[in-house]
């Protein structure tokens, strides 16, 4: 893709705050911290407009609680045209980790979400959105 160039004029405190983020985040260049915005706005918008869009929910859990490995693959059932592919692992004795892609509308993923992260016993989950471009 060709790179243009163009000029940007911010108050000092904001280019600052601009280099934070390039500090913070290990970016090269002040160029990946803009495009890196730019993409995590554009995310949003089509999360929050409702379009197609991707994204992974991780799940920590006791397996050995309320038969939480049973409830989340009845609940992802639910979604089988979202759930693309789903990764389990035995964390240690106890503790799995369960990370599950998803693609669809936004509504739907955060609805597959809030079920699987609102089931009983879950020790930590979270949806990452990301988009299919
Ligand atoms: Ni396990």
């Known amino acids: 893709m060709a790179i243009k160039r163009f000029g940007v004029s911010l108050e000092e405190k904001v280019l600052s705050q601009l280099d934070e983020l390039v500090k913070k985040?290990?970016?090269p260049n002040r160029s990946q911290a803009i495009r890196y915005l730019i993409?995590?706005?554009q995310i949003e918008d089509q999360w929050k407009e409702n379009e197609e869009v991707a994204g992974t929910?991780?799940?920590l859990f006791d397996h050995h609680k309320r038969d939480?490995?049973?409830q989340s693959?009845?609940?992802q059932h639910d979604y089988h045209h979202q759930v693309?592919?789903?990764q389990h692992i035995h964390l240690t004795h106890d503790t799995c980790l369960?990370?599950?892609?998803v693609k669809g509308k936004a509504s739907d993923l955060t609805d597959l979400a809030d079920k699987l992260i609102g089931m009983k016993g879950i020790k930590h989950g979270r949806l990452v959105m990301t988009s299919l471009e």
Do not use: D, G, R
């Not at 369960?98 to 892609?101: D, Q």
């Open 25 to 27: 985040h290990q970016f």
């Open 39 to 41: 993409k995590e706005h």
């Open 57 to 59: 929910i991780t799940l």
């Open 68 to 70: 939480l490995s049973n």
């Open 73 to 75: 693959t009845k609940i």
């Open 84 to 86: 693309l592919s789903v």
């Open 98 to 101: 369960e990370t599950v892609a």
